[in-house]
């Protein structure tokens, strides 16, 4: 009778520890929720240094959300001081030592929203989601959420978010290793209910400038299926998008491939090596971000992304022809 009892104490305890588990994940993944309506929905001003590699950066940010419409104003408090400006998807870049405003439409983001994580439902299998204890950021109390790979082909996130607001006044970027390959934190923010307009407008005048506009290029085409694919892939990772692209002084458009498990992200190049950019086969590294190259089939390609080195080379290597 007491094994018996002793059995379903056992029982009891792994089902508590169970459903503390799922609840701390549901829990996770409620803040990660919230912190990203946070960063482009509240409107805030504040310092943060961005680290990536070696390069450290000081950067001054205002973000304003009037009535849906988002609009920005980065200022480097490093070099040469340039702003960027963003409303909606028209972004002005003032270089102020070359006299140059560069005009581009795009959806590029500021490094702070780039940096940061999305949680959707299939990245289940291939994470954990796990809160620590509260903290404290720029004077501000925190809740620290952690984001952890369960293979070695992808990277992982510690975040610190805002106890009242969720916003990420700190974010880590971690190889597979554990170490550190980029990091944000504010040393000084403050979260508004609303910012003037006359807070976006550039503070070097700019009068007397060259403005250039950056062309627009045309369109990628879909493609199905792909001339070329990935015959093994790391858990998780599946095709996303494939498009071609014409190239000048070439018979052969560029393929690009992406491949993505809903976080981490591979894009693949495959183009004729004699119309290619000259990059050396094998790897090479900016920042967080890894690739590798080989010739293939007559072919160069390609694999790109935010993730380990024998995550790029995995999927680059393992390129058919269909």
Same mark, same amino acid.
């Given at each position: 009778?007491?094994?018996?009892?002793r059995?379903w104490?056992?029982?009891?305890?792994?089902?508590?520890?169970?459903?503390?588990?799922?609840?701390?994940?549901?829990?996770?993944?409620?803040?990660?929720?919230?912190?990203?309506?946070?960063?482009?929905?509240?409107?805030?001003?504040?310092?943060?240094?961005?680290?990536?590699?070696?390069?450290?950066?000081?950067?001054?940010?205002?973000?304003?959300?009037h009535?849906?419409?988002?609009?920005?104003?980065?200022?480097?408090?490093?070099?040469?001081?340039?702003?960027?400006?963003r409303?909606?998807?028209v972004? !002005?870049?003032?270089?102020? @030592?070359? #006299?140059l405003?560069?005009? $581009?439409?795009?959806?590029? =983001?500021?490094?702070?929203? /780039?940096?940061?994580?999305?949680?959707?439902?299939?990245?289940?299998?291939?994470?954990?989601f796990?809160?620590?204890?509260?903290?404290?950021?720029?004077?501000?109390p925190?809740?620290?959420?952690?984001?952890?790979?369960?293979?070695?082909?992808?990277?992982?996130?510690?975040?610190?978010?805002?106890?009242?607001?969720?916003?990420?006044? !700190?974010?880590v970027?971690? @190889?597979? #290793?554990?170490?550190?390959? $980029?990091?944000?934190?504010? =040393?000084?923010?403050q979260? /508004?209910?609303?910012?003037?307009?006359?807070?976006?407008?550039?503070a070097?005048?700019?009068?007397?400038?060259?403005?250039?506009?950056?062309?627009?290029?045309?369109?990628?085409?879909?493609?199905?299926?792909?001339?070329?694919?990935?015959?093994?892939?790391?858990?998780?990772?599946?095709?996303?998008?494939a498009?071609?692209?014409?190239?000048?002084?070439?018979?052969?458009p560029?393929?690009?491939?992406?491949?993505?498990?809903?976080?981490? =992200?591979?894009?693949?190049?495959?183009?004729?090596?004699?119309?290619?950019?000259?990059?050396?086969?094998?790897?090479?590294?900016?920042?967080?971000?890894?690739?590798?190259?080989?010739?293939?089939?007559?072919?160069?390609?390609?694999?790109?992304?935010e993730?380990?080195?024998k995550?790029?080379r995995?999927?680059?290597?393992?390129?058919?022809?269909?």
């Amino acid at each position: 009778m007491m094994a018996n009892g002793r059995a379903w104490a056992g029982v009891y305890c792994s089902l508590l520890a169970f459903v503390s588990f799922d609840a701390a994940a549901q829990d996770a993944r409620w803040w990660l929720d919230r912190m990203n309506r946070a960063v482009v929905e509240l409107n805030y001003e504040g310092t943060f240094v961005h680290v990536l590699g070696n390069n450290t950066e000081t950067m001054h940010i205002i973000h304003r959300n009037h009535h849906g419409r988002i609009s920005e104003r980065l200022v480097s408090l490093d070099g040469v001081g340039r702003e960027i400006i963003r409303e909606e998807d028209v972004v !002005k870049v003032i270089f102020p @030592d070359k #006299r140059l405003v560069l005009l $581009e439409t795009r959806k590029d =983001t500021s490094p702070l929203v /780039s940096a940061l994580p999305n949680y959707s439902a299939e990245l289940e299998p291939h994470y954990e989601f796990t809160l620590y204890d509260t903290a404290r950021v720029a004077k501000r109390p925190v809740q620290v959420v952690a984001i952890k790979p369960k293979d070695e082909y992808r990277y992982g996130y510690t975040l610190w978010l805002d106890r009242d607001t969720a916003m990420p006044l !700190k974010s880590v970027l971690q @190889d597979e #290793r554990g170490e550190v390959i $980029e990091q944000i934190l504010f =040393t000084q923010i403050q979260i /508004s209910d609303f910012i003037p307009a006359s807070a976006l407008h550039p503070a070097i005048d700019t009068e007397g400038f060259t403005f250039l506009r950056a062309p627009e290029e045309p369109p990628p085409t879909e493609f199905t299926p792909p001339e070329y694919r990935a015959s093994m892939l790391p858990r998780g990772f599946r095709l996303s998008a494939a498009t071609q692209s014409a190239i000048a002084g070439s018979d052969h458009p560029v393929a690009h491939l992406v491949y993505s498990d809903g976080l981490a =992200t591979v894009s693949v190049f495959i183009e004729d090596p004699k119309t290619s950019s000259e990059v050396a086969e094998g790897f090479s590294r900016v920042g967080s971000t890894n690739a590798y190259s080989l010739t293939l089939n007559g072919r160069k390609v390609t694999a790109i992304g935010e993730v380990p080195r024998k995550t790029v080379r995995s999927i680059a290597m393992s390129l058919t022809a269909e």
